[in-house]
């Protein structure tokens, strides 16, 4: 396990082992913060999942109010009209075969990907690259559609994805430190209760474990679920 920095140690001496209330936590998160850049603040949420049955297996996207902080660089691959759409709204990349040859090549300049419908079997041959990093387009998030312009409008916009990791936890972005306290917990509310409604009918128990929130950095501060939508 990688030693502690004095400043991460320094930092975490302040933070209790209990749950604070999600105003609290955002201050003392802001309070602590120690890193010498606007460091993004992350969100995990630890859930009772078994991401191997397909209903358990939470996927999707939800558009923050205040944004992430960080503004998304979109690749669009259509043809056509559906191109010069995806020019118009705002994209920073469109084209065909020759962005599936340069991702091939290694090419990986662009956070975001949306495709048309059509466009998705020559995307397909990019899963081997695409998938391990989170990149493949997919309908649930919104990213495979023939509304390329609410696509890259609502990306470019603060739309972030959430998936169920190997062992039942998410993780989003909420923001940047610099963010106001009041836009980082508007941010927290609306993915908190995205997932919170999105609870399987085969979840047995305790679904929602525990929440916590950190800087990229910073050591994390636990969450009270109850206190997130007030």
């Keep these: 396990m990688a030693k502690k920095g004095k400043k991460f140690l320094a930092a975490a001496a302040q933070v209790e082992a209990k749950q604070y209330s999600a105003s609290d936590a955002i201050a003392l998160l802001k309070k602590v913060a120690f890193e010498n850049f ?8 630890r859930m009772n999942l078994d991401p191997r049955k397909a209903e358990q297996n939470l996927r999707g996207a939800v558009v923050l109010p205040h944004g992430t902080g960080k503004t998304k660089k979109v690749l669009v691959f259509a043809k056509g009209d559906k191109a010069k759409e995806a020019e118009a709204a705002g994209a920073d990349y469109v084209g065909d075969d020759e962005f599936v040859t340069k991702i091939l090549a290694g090419w990986l300049d662009f956070d975001t990907i949306v495709a048309t419908p059509d466009m998705m079997s020559k995307v397909g041959r990019l899963g081997r690259t695409l998938g391990p990093k989170g990149l493949m387009p997919n309908p649930k998030t919104g990213t495979v559609t023939m509304d390329v312009t609410k696509a890259i409008n609502e990306i470019k916009a603060g739309k972030v994805e959430y998936r169920v990791d190997k062992i039942g936890n998410i993780h989003v972005p909420i923001g940047k430190k610099s963010f106001d ?11 908190y209760e995205t997932i919170y409604k999105l609870r399987p009918a085969t979840v047995k128990g305790v679904y929602i474990k525990s929440i916590t929130i950190a800087t990229t950095m910073g050591p994390g501060i636990k969450v009270d679920a109850d206190s997130i939508l007030g």
Excluded: T
Excluded at 182 to 191: F, G, P, R
């Design 38 to 45: 606007d460091a993004s603040v992350e969100f995990a949420i």
């Design 181 to 191: 306290a009041s836009k980082l917990l508007e941010n927290l509310q609306v993915i």
